[in-house]
């Protein structure tokens, strides 16, 4: 048999009858779909439930619901309902993923199977699950893929026009795209999984059952290991390490893990749609990696490091955390940074912190605050847009005010300063009060003291 059509040879396979156990279990699948080629050898019985299929099978463009690949191949048997698949192998683009599995036969719905990658594109293994998003992994409708003559285009060019109008127009599209792009980075700094490249090893277990008329219940186990990712323009990743359970709705981390060669992140702990439980551990993170999602009109330039331990529940729709921030070897609009720590606390959108900021030879500083904040893929919003800033610094600390202005400059003396922030984040009301006595300043415009 060659390039005979899977959709159409499913309707032959012994066993598949209109309403049978089989049927509805293929039916659950999803859309199945490719050419297959096989030398077979098949024994017919009276009983079609009783007839054997043994023999090595290639099927070209396999899908299977969002699932699709170049090449599918491998050693089947199916006897007495069973299927078996051995020495099977996934191709697609580069790589080359190992299969094997068995699905049961009629008097049992229990299925199971193994995925094996030993250095594999991700570039080419998440195009083949049909993840192409973040919020793909949330899974949901598989995305449907079509052909280009789908495509509808619209022509933005003057093919009539002088050149000196043609190249306006150019001017203007490009100025567009610019916006677009910029529309897009602010909505989501992060790119999309389609731009991830890098190698991928290790195995994944699935098991299971297909019960008729329902959607397929499975558990899934994983050990995986990524190396030298590269995420668009976004960062470099040395190592990423994925350890852990899929049972039941609940995913299941022992840890996550992201080398990033300068610092890591991890994660341990349980992810579910109702309930979130677990820990996030950052150690020695470049701010620079996290510059991207900082507020772009932000006064001061912060560099350094961070260390942060934090305690994350509640759920998807309605997170909850708590935590600690350290900044190491930090500096602010070049100035050294002795410590700086901060503790906070988030609930219902809203974001609670206290910090102490210390500069080199100067007493801390003391910030508090609370401030709505609402997060991307949350369903719950601030019950407030109000804003609740207090900072307190006195003597040697007056010397941050050099941080964030070059034309005066405090050198030393006595003083107290109390700031109040409230309003809201577009509109801040600035409150406050100053004491100094015995102050010595600097100013650009007065060389003298």
């Known amino acids: 048999m060659r390039d005979f059509p899977v959709a159409v040879l499913r309707s032959v396979i012994p066993g598949v009858r209109e309403a049978s156990p089989l049927e509805n279990r293929l039916n659950n699948l999803g859309a199945i779909a490719g050419d297959i080629s096989a030398n077979l050898v098949i024994d ?13 099978v290639a099927i070209s463009q396999p899908r299977v619901g969002s699932f699709a690949a170049d090449v599918l191949q491998g050693r089947i048997r199916y006897e007495d309902g069973a299927f078996t698949l051995r020495e099977g192998e996934l191709r697609q683009g ?22 094996n990658f030993d250095r594999a594109r991700i570039e080419n293994v998440l195009p083949a699950l049909g993840i192409f998003d973040l919020q793909d992994l949330a899974g949901g409708t598989p995305p449907t893929l079509t052909g280009a003559e789908t495509l509808q285009t619209v ?9 000196l109008t043609q190249l306006r127009r150019f001017s ?4 567009l795209l610019q916006q677009q792009r910029h529309q897009q980075h602010q909505a989501s700094p992060l790119p999309p999984l389609a731009a991830l490249n890098g190698t991928i090893s290790g195995n994944i277990e699935v098991s299971g059952s297909l019960q008729p ?14 190396q030298d990712w590269v995420w668009g323009n976004f960062t470099i990743i040395d190592e990423v390490v994925a350890q852990g359970t899929y049972d039941n709705g609940v995913l299941t981390l022992l840890p996550l893990r ?15 749609q109702e309930e979130l439980s677990g820990q996030v551990r950052v150690t020695a993170l470049p701010l620079s990696l996290i510059k991207p999602f900082l507020p772009p009109q932000s006064p001061l330039e912060v560099a350094g490091r961070l260390n942060a331990l934090v305690t994350v529940a509640g759920s998807l729709e309605n997170p909850r955390a708590i935590g600690e921030v350290a900044l190491v070897e930090g500096s602010v609009n070049d100035q050294s940074v002795e410590s700086a720590q901060l503790s906070f606390s988030y609930n219902d959108a809203r974001l609670n912190f206290g910090s102490t900021v210390l500069i080199a030879q100067t007493q801390p500083v003391e910030i508090t605050g609370s401030i709505p904040l609402a997060l991307p893929f949350a369903a719950v919003v601030p019950q407030s847009d109000r804003i609740s800033l207090q900072a307190n610094v ?3 600390g007056l010397a941050l005010l050099n941080l964030f202005t070059d034309q005066v400059t405090w050198v030393k003396g006595q003083g107290q300063l109390n700031v ?23 100013a650009q415009a007065l060389p003298e003291r």
């Open 394 to 396: 006195q003597d040697e």
């Open 420 to 442: 109040q922030v409230q309003g809201t984040l577009n509109q801040p009301v600035v409150m406050g009060k100053a004491v100094v006595e015995n102050a010595t300043f600097k």
């Open 94 to 115: 580069e790589s080359s993923i190992s299969l094997s599995g068995d699905l049961q036969g009629e008097g049992s719905s229990q299925f199971q199977f193994q995925i």
């Open 44 to 56: 017919l019985a009276e009983n079609l439930t009783e007839s054997s299929v043994v023999g090595d």
């Open 155 to 163: 022509s933005v060019g003057l093919p009539e026009s002088s050149l």
């Open 258 to 272: 992201v080398d990033l060669g300068e610092g890591a992140i991890a994660f341990t702990g349980q992810l579910e």
């Open 172 to 175: 203007e599209i490009e100025a």
């Open 213 to 226: 008329g329902t959607q397929p219940a499975f558990n899934v186990s994983f050990n995986l290991l990524g």
